[in-house]
């Protein structure tokens, strides 16, 4: 996704994109031990980092990121493709842009929004996506939010010439634009998450990650349609 600044600045924020090969034992194995469900989605899915670990827990998994990030080629297991060819490959794997999945109906039983709300500049667009996960998840769904709270290389790169500090975090300015780092606390995380309607099931540190995992409240109203314009290329949450 793209995030335009005051200052004219654009975030773009595939450039913060770890691939598979770069995964957490710590994390896969928490994924490992959830439950199996029948639909998942993975909101912000990236480069398909934890894609087949994610598969091991669920019947159906939903691909969503950003148009640019679900459409253009780049390395995705071992080979130059986009994330969409490689769901199209599957009976069990189906890619949404961001704008599609806003407008989409279906209700999922689990969610995974891994390093997502590290790389929004904005709270504000942060409590969107938390409010666009759970209008998406059936009635006592859950969600498995990570986010990095503390990490030393972060810390190096904090004090690099193209380093400069904004809100919660720091912009990097580099030869594929610029890129954000926010760092959340355990506490703002948990507070995000319970304004957006989650109850917290469990939460667990690592290495610097936060890794919660929450459940929605019960609920029985039919789904919002978010419209989210990626046109112009940022990202605006406008809601019907």
């Not at 769904?141 to 290389?153: A, E, H, K, M, W």
């Amino acid at each position: 996704m793209h995030y335009k600044l005051g200052s004219g600045i654009l975030i773009r924020t595939e450039n913060a994109a770890k691939p598979a090969k770069q995964y957490s034992s710590f994390l896969r194995d928490f994924i490992l031990d959830l439950p199996p469900v029948s639909a998942s989605v993975d909101y912000g899915c990236g480069k398909l980092r934890y894609t087949d670990t994610i598969l091991q827990t669920t019947d159906t998994l939903a691909l969503v990121d950003s148009e640019i990030q679900i459409f253009r080629e780049q390395k995705l297991r071992g080979k130059r493709t986009t994330i969409k060819l490689v769901a199209q490959g599957s009976n069990r794997l189906n890619a949404y842009s961001a704008t599609e999945f806003g407008r989409l109906r279906s209700a999922f039983d689990r969610a995974f929004c891994i390093n997502v709300l590290s790389v929004i500049p904005f709270l504000s667009v942060r409590k969107r996506v938390l409010e666009l996960i759970a209008d998406r998840l059936r009635p006592d769904g859950t969600c498995l939010f990570v986010v990095q709270y503390r990490n030393s290389d972060f810390s190096r790169m904090r004090t690099m010439r193209n380093a400069k500090p904004w809100r919660d975090g720091f912009l990097i300015d580099s030869l594929r634009g610029h890129s954000f780092y926010g760092l959340i606390t355990p506490r703002n995380l948990k507070k995000l998450v319970a304004g957006a309607g989650f109850l917290i099931v469990d939460c667990k540190l690592n290495d610097g990650s936060v890794c919660l995992l929450a459940q929605i409240r019960k609920r029985s109203l039919a789904p919002k349609i978010f419209r989210i314009d990626e046109s112009n290329n940022f990202q605006a949450f406008v809601e019907n």
